[in-house]
């Protein structure tokens, strides 16, 4: 989703479902817009952003899987992550962790394409403590702009069950532009 007076951002080539899609997704989208944004406006404000764009894709975690240590780039409002797995079971992992506020801002993101960093670790273990966060069916979780964080991996005992969620990004327009110069890049398209 974004802004009426910003959609001509939104380039032709890239394969990106516009809201309002359809969908179901697009109740989440509604939430989002309408309770989450104007919850979060105190640190959106601290942004410089008036004009928020929402970002999501879907993800399926199975059995084996998480995600490392990561801090999203500079230029978002914030990100989430909505549990759309109908059932989780406590032994099953994908616990988000949130490292301590300590840390906000203090882990390089280049780190995330960089395993073994030691400026990460130094960072973390300075606290050495944090928050994690079960994934609740139909949970949707809210993280503060550079807050490292990282999704544990999938237990075996979850068999075929994975850990689905919709999971994206609040983004400023200015951020927004560098985003989609990015995917065009990954798709192979130009700049």
């Known amino acids: 989703w974004i802004p009426a007076d910003a959609a001509q951002l ?47 894709q879907l993800y399926a975690y199975p059995a084996g899987t998480g995600l490392s240590w990561r801090v999203d780039d500079d230029e978002l409002a914030g990100s989430f992550i909505y549990y759309a797995c109908p059932k989780w079971d406590v032994q099953w992992g994908g616990e988000l962790f949130i490292a301590d506020e300590a840390a906000r801002y203090r882990l390089p993101r ?10 990460d670790s130094e960072v973390l273990l300075q606290q050495g403590m944090g928050h994690f966060i079960l994934p609740k069916p139909n949970r949707l979780v809210v993280i503060l702009p550079g807050n490292p964080h990282k999704i544990a991996k999938i237990a075996p005992a979850a068999g075929d069950h994975v850990r689905a969620s919709f999971s994206g990004l609040f983004i400023g327009l200015n951020g927004l532009e560098k985003f989609l110069s990015a995917r065009r890049t990954e798709k192979g398209g130009a700049q």
Not at 26 to 50: F, G, K, M, T, Y
Not at 110 to 119: K, L
């Open 110 to 119: 280049r780190s995330i394409h960089d395993f073994g960093h030691t400026r």
């Open 10 to 56: 939104l380039p032709a080539e890239l394969a990106i479902q516009r809201y309002p899609t359809g969908k179901p997704l697009d109740a989440l989208i509604e939430v989002l817009r309408e309770r989450v944004l104007p919850s979060c406006s105190a640190w959106i404000d601290q942004a410089r952003e008036r004009k928020i764009a929402i970002v999501g």
